[in-house]
């Protein structure tokens, strides 16, 4: 069955270090991988997007990683600073579908 | 003004009866979604329309049915609402041309007893 995956346990991290989040799929052949921003109570913000013939892409203190081989996706976000904390999405699109596959996302903690 | 719009914000509702959530956006989109989202498991997609004529069930349509009344507007309706609806339910959209990257509303928050 096709699956998308992202660590369900929160992570705590102190503040200045690099967060590293997780997005594993199986059974798609995804065009891109997107991530998304959502604070609580509120609709998802797009962050970036990467492309299946990219291996990274960065914007700012983020940085996303597609890896097709391994169907994995990392997500980093370097300096972390506690406005950081909020969950993140990952979303694929299968290809020509139109449609978005949402990750149950991971939920990030920064503290002070 | 916000892109994409959602009224209400929050509905407090008995079982039974006939719920109506609408969206707007200004954005300029032909893709509109509904999703729900519950705790651990993450946004759904309920309905969604590629252009005014344009009508698919997602993944959880049972219970719900959509209209697309113009390209700013999508409304998705409960026709006999049931405790397990109750949810936080956003409507997004998108332009073909962008890789499919959805915008979001502020979501309804619907609760039902």
């Known amino acids: 069955s096709q699956k998308i995956e992202q660590n369900s346990e929160a992570l705590n991290i102190q503040e200045g270090k690099t967060a590293t989040l997780t997005c594993n799929y199986t059974?798609?052949?995804?065009?891109?991988l997107q991530w998304y921003r959502q604070d609580p109570g509120r609709g998802p913000v797009f962050l970036l997007l990467?492309?299946?013939?990219?291996k990274e892409k960065r914007k700012e203190r983020l940085k996303v990683t597609f890896d097709t081989t391994l169907k994995q996706s990392l997500f980093h976000i370097t300096a972390s600073q506690p406005a950081d904390s909020a969950t993140y999405l990952c979303?694929?699109?299968?290809?020509?579908?139109?449609?978005?596959?949402f990750g149950q996302g991971t939920t990030l903690q920064v503290k002070p | 003004d916000a892109d994409v719009t959602q009224t209400p914000r929050n509905r407090i509702t008995k079982t039974g009866k006939r719920i109506m959530l609408e969206c707007s956006q200004t954005?300029?989109?032909?893709?509109m979604y509904w999703y729900r989202q519950d705790p651990g498991l993450g946004l759904r997609l309920i309905y969604y329309?590629?252009?005014?004529?344009?009508?698919n069930k997602g993944e959880i349509s049972d219970g719900y049915s959509v209209s697309r009344q113009a390209q700013a507007k999508f409304s998705l309706s409960l026709e006999s609402a049931i405790p397990n609806q109750t949810a936080l339910y956003f409507c997004?959209?998108?332009?073909?041309?962008?890789?499919?990257?959805?915008?979001f509303g502020p979501g309804t928050r619907l609760t039902v007893l």
């Open positions: 997004a959209t998108s332009d073909e041309t962008g890789a499919d990257t959805q915008y």
């Open positions: 059974n798609y052949s995804p065009a891109y």
């Open positions: 990467i492309r299946e013939n990219e």
């Open positions: 979303a694929l699109a299968p290809s020509n579908t139109g449609k978005l596959i």
């Open positions: 954005k300029g989109h032909d893709r």
């Open positions: 329309s590629f252009d005014v004529k344009d009508i």
